[in-house]
């Protein structure tokens, strides 16, 4: 029985997948073959640049390649990569990142194998891309030996936020069947389609934040990503270091969308959405400071937006208790 697929979507990036997969591929052999497959999905590098990577894991069956014959986008990637797999438990991986510990799977096998969870949330470490730098070794600031449980993924995003902790892929683990049942198309266009139906999915289902930073998110500098995704100008703007252009496009519209289909399906309430904070990125920013302030920002991208998309977020925001400043800085978008 396989009990847990890792899903990784791929793209450009053949040194930092194969040290990510060699580190997966260690803690399997001998051990969890039976248990763990991962599926990685090739988004059409150029000149298929992966290959060698996937050549290097051709030994070892549990781990299977797919080239798209076309390249369809991160986003669509992102969904695509699970699509394939078989497991109780998914595991969205990125391709540049890494688990961190050399009993990373140990510690994850143990508490699927209880199944007392349907959600699990993962602490991590960050480090530089060429890894020699520690930027942080707890980025959460948890206990590292202690879990704790929560009664839906509503409840866990309204003590520590929705974009900061969850809409990073690689620490996440959860139900396959649950999220693959969930209508993924209304959450495209947001950069952040698993989140919007990781959030439908599980919001009221059994979660477990663990302690222990168990994955490393590898950061990259602007030039470094800009390299990486050529002229996919989608990925390069969403993931470039201009901050105000990423915000402007992708955290204001987008994600004043995906949040009011959430309202829509339950998954959270208008005064839980208007308290919610980011704790653990965007300095405690509220999410509606942070959503208002990037409509705000949408303004100057000449041609970006419809009337539909200000008619959907104006209606939105009418959906929720917002506070008199808030209220006022929306007026000035």
């Not at 194998?113 to 520690?134: M, P, Q, V, W």
């Not at 704790?148 to 003590?159: P, S, T």
């Not at 599980?202 to 800009?226: A, S």
């Not at 949040?259 to 208008?270: H, K």
Request: contains cysteine; glycine residues 6%.
């Amino acid at each position: 029985m396989t009990l847990l697929s890792i899903a990784i979507p791929a793209y450009n990036r053949p040194d930092a997948l194969e040290y990510a997969l060699l580190r997966f591929v260690s803690q399997i052999v001998l051990k969890y073959e039976d248990e763990v497959e991962i599926v990685v999905t090739d988004d059409k590098t150029p000149g298929d640049r992966l290959r060698a990577v996937r050549e290097r894991m051709a030994p070892y069956p549990f781990v299977r390649f797919i080239r798209n014959p076309e390249n369809i986008g991160l986003e669509r990637n992102l969904i695509h990569c699970t699509e394939p797999c078989i497991g109780e438990y998914l595991w969205l991986f990125g391709d540049d990142d890494f688990v961190e510990t050399p009993e990373t799977l140990d510690g994850i096998m143990s508490r699927l194998r209880k199944g007392e969870h349907d959600f699990y949330i993962l602490n991590r470490t960050r480090r530089s891309a060429a890894l020699d730098k520690l930027i942080s070794s707890n980025w959460m600031n948890l206990d590292p030996e202690k879990d704790e449980a929560f009664g839906g993924l509503r409840e866990f995003c309204v003590a520590n936020g929705f974009i900061g902790v969850i809409g990073f892929i690689s620490v996440n683990i959860f139900r396959r069947k649950p999220f693959a049942a969930v209508d993924v198309e209304p959450y495209y266009g947001t950069m952040y389609p698993q989140l919007g139906t990781m959030a439908e999915a599980f919001h009221d289902r059994p979660t477990l934040l663990i302690g222990e930073p168990l994955v490393c998110h590898r950061t990259q500098t602007e030039e470094q990503k800009r390299a990486e995704h050529g002229n996919k100008k989608t990925e390069a703007d969403f993931m470039s270091g201009d901050i105000e252009r990423r915000n402007g496009l992708y955290f204001s519209h987008p994600l004043a969308r995906m949040l009011n289909r959430l309202l829509d399906v339950g998954a959270f309430e208008p005064s839980e959405l208007a308290g919610m904070k980011e704790i653990h990125a965007f300095r405690g920013l509220p999410l509606m400071d942070l959503v208002i302030a990037s409509v705000n920002q949408s303004r100057v991208l000449d041609g970006a937006f419809t009337e539909a998309d200000w008619a959907l977020t104006n209606r939105f925001f009418e959906r929720l208790p917002l506070t008199a400043e808030q209220k006022a800085e929306l007026a000035q978008a």
